[in-house]
């Protein structure tokens, strides 16, 4: 079950972060402060469960 949660977690940051990069270079600040505040909360939920989000 951890090993399922962890895959998912890995998968949500790399996708917001992918996100992330592709609103800062269009200019949509919107969309940058909403992927930015989404990447937080997982890096929050990560470091919860005892997992380093940079390595998430």
């Given at each position: ?14 996708e917001i ?31 919860r469960n ?7």
């Amino acid at each position: 079950m951890m090993g399922e949660f962890l895959a998912e977690l890995r998968v949500r940051i790399a996708e917001i972060s992918v996100s992330l990069q592709a609103a800062r270079a269009a200019g949509d600040e919107f969309l940058v402060d909403a992927h930015a505040s989404e990447l937080e909360d997982l890096h929050r939920i990560a470091v919860r469960n005892g997992i380093d989000p940079h390595c998430a």
